[in-house]
Nanobody, 124 residues
Framework: QVQLVESGGELVQAGGSLRLSCAAS????????MGWFRQAPGKEREFVARITWSGGSTNYAGSLKGRFTISRDSAKTTFYLQMTSLRPEDTAVYYC?????????????????WGQGTQVTVSS
């Protein structure tokens, strides 16, 4: 069974940092592009970041670039979202997702597999 499992979400003060992890199992994700999305209460799920299967290219939501960094381990079984200078508006459930497609990486419809999400809460 294919699984993506996020971890690392917690309550943190504004200005703090967190690293989210996403562990992939059940199939080979080495040729999948991996993305992070987030969804705040009452809002649509939005793109955060994407890393290509090789790890050679990354993309970020414009407002997050410079504060968030996406990466993956060499075995391509775990990937990460390092978040710094966190703000209350970063509060959301964060989801990891996997896609075989390189285009439209900011669109949730491009992703075939999703994790269950991990809650990040940033207090002011």
């Amino acid at each position: 069974q294919v699984q993506l499992v996020e971890s690392g979400g917690e309550l943190v003060q504004a200005g703090g940092s967190l690293r989210l992890s996403c562990a992939a199992s059940g199939r080979t994700f080495s040729t999948y592009h991996m993305g992070w999305f987030r969804q705040a209460p009452g809002k649509e799920r939005e793109f955060v970041a994407r890393i290509t299967w090789s790890g050679g290219s990354t993309n970020y939501a414009g407002s997050l670039k410079g504060r968030f960094t996406i990466s993956r381990d060499s075995a391509k079984t775990t990937f990460y979202l390092q978040m710094t200078s966190l703000r209350p508006e970063d509060t959301a459930v964060y989801y990891c997702a996997a896609s075989r497609y390189s285009g439209n990486y900011y669109n949730t419809q491009s992703y075939e597999y999703w994790g269950q999400g991990t809650q990040v809460t940033v207090s002011s």
